[in-house]
């Protein structure tokens, strides 16, 4: 399988810290992606790295990528409530025209 | 404002029954994909366009079909094939380029009764 594997499955935290989650992935890639997505609603797009860069911040977003380790990760600062939602990491390889999605980690944000 | 519509938002399937899932467009997107989504284990593609009148099986596509006669509607079929068709499902569309991630629509729950 292609698909990417997120680190932790669940992770619960306190209103005012920090969440980080990991994605491992096994082909090369040309981009690795993160999405949010809210119980029983569609994904959204967080934030895009490309493989040639190591660190990207959007907000209170900070992603980063080893290209080396395959492997990447997503760290939201000061969380709140509304961050509870679902996060799934996205590998496009530099192969082909589709994007492989990992499983996902449930991060609840308890106020 | 642009963004992706899927409908319904429900549908109950009897066994036996083929049933069309809606999804258009209105972001001039050349690309549209549908994913199956199953608690626990991701997003799996089934089918995508890149161009109108063409598209390509995904990793899960038996049991599927799909049409793309027009650029901003993308229609997938859950025909009676499909042994296992409960699942939340998911359309979206791109634009060209590497650069670029999905916009996504917000999903048909299917439940075979």
């Known amino acids: 399988s292609q698909q990417g594997e997120e680190d932790p499955q669940a992770l619960s935290i306190q209103e005012g810290e920090n969440a980080t989650m990991n994605c491992s992935y096994k082909?090369?890639?040309?981009?690795l992606q993160w999405y949010r997505q809210n119980s029983g609603r569609g994904l959204v797009h967080l934030i895009l790295?490309?493989?040639?860069?190591r660190e990207k911040h959007s907000g209170r977003l900070r992603v980063t990528l080893d290209t080396s380790k395959k492997s990447s990760s997503l760290l939201i600062t000061a969380s709140r409530a509304a961050d509870t939602a679902s996060y799934f990491c996205?590998?496009?390889?530099?192969?082909?025209?589709?994007?492989?999605f990992g499983t996902g980690t449930s991060l609840t944000v308890i106020p | 404002d642009g963004g992706i519509t899927q409908s319904p938002k429900y549908l109950f399937r009897k066994e036996g029954q083929n049933v069309t899932l809606s999804c258009e467009q209105n972001?001039?997107?050349?690309?549209m994909y549908w994913y199956r989504q199953d608690p626990g284990q991701g997003l799996r593609l089934i089918y995508y366009?890149?161009?109108?009148?063409?598209?390509q099986k995904g990793d899960i596509a038996e049991g599927y079909s799909v049409s793309r006669e027009k650029k901003e509607s993308f229609p997938l079929t859950v025909t009676s094939a499909q042994k296992n068709p409960t699942a939340f499902y998911l359309c979206?569309?791109?634009?060209?380029?590497?650069?670029?991630?999905?916009?996504f629509g917000s999903g048909t729950r299917l439940t075979v009764v």
């Open positions: 979206a569309s791109k634009p060209p380029g590497q650069g670029y991630g999905y916009t």
């Open positions: 082909t090369s890639i040309n981009n």
């Open positions: 790295i490309r493989s040639n860069e």
């Open positions: 996205a590998t496009h390889p530099n192969t082909g025209n589709q994007f492989y």
């Open positions: 972001l001039n997107h050349d690309a």
């Open positions: 366009s890149q161009i109108v009148n063409d598209f």
